[in-house]
């Protein structure tokens, strides 16, 4: 494997465990699982954007903060999970949430208003 290649794999892979290590944190802090699962995916929201449109990033710094933090924090199998144990009202409340409210982040964001 080119010398690059696996540069960029090491640096996803740190990111994706710094990432992964956070989320366990988050879930110690708050007790409820929504909850958790809410904050840390609209905060990885936040993180992936600021990297995406705010800040002038290296190839690296790209690679270690979003497919790597933000991937190991963001919890898709946890949300997934969460949804099948809530009523289809609440499950319905909760996706239309979580939608609205990580695309208000990405806009908020990307304007420059933060």
């Known amino acids: 494997m080119e010398q690059l290649h696996l540069r960029h794999l090491l640096l996803v892979g740190v ?5 992964a290590l956070s989320r366990y944190g988050v879930g110690e802090i708050f007790s409820d699982i929504a909850l958790a699962t809410l904050i840390v995916n609209l905060f990885g929201v936040a993180i992936a954007a600021i ?4 800040l002038t990033l290296t ?3 790209k690679l270690l ?3 790597g933090f933000s991937g190991g924090f963001t919890t ?4 997934a999970l969460l949804l099948y144990d809530l009523t289809i009202a609440q499950a319905g409340l909760y996706v239309i949430a979580s939608l609205v409210l990580s695309l208000a982040i ?9």
Not at 15 to 19: H, P
Not at 51 to 54: F, K, N
Not at 106 to 114: D, L, S, T
Request: aromatic share 10%; glycine share 18%.
């Open 106 to 114: 990405i806009r908020v964001i990307r304007a420059g208003a933060v």
């Open 51 to 54: 990297g995406t449109y705010r």
């Open 15 to 19: 990111g994706g465990v710094v990432g």
């Open 59 to 61: 190839t690296d710094q």
């Open 65 to 67: 903060l979003i497919p």
């Open 76 to 79: 898709y199998s946890a949300f």
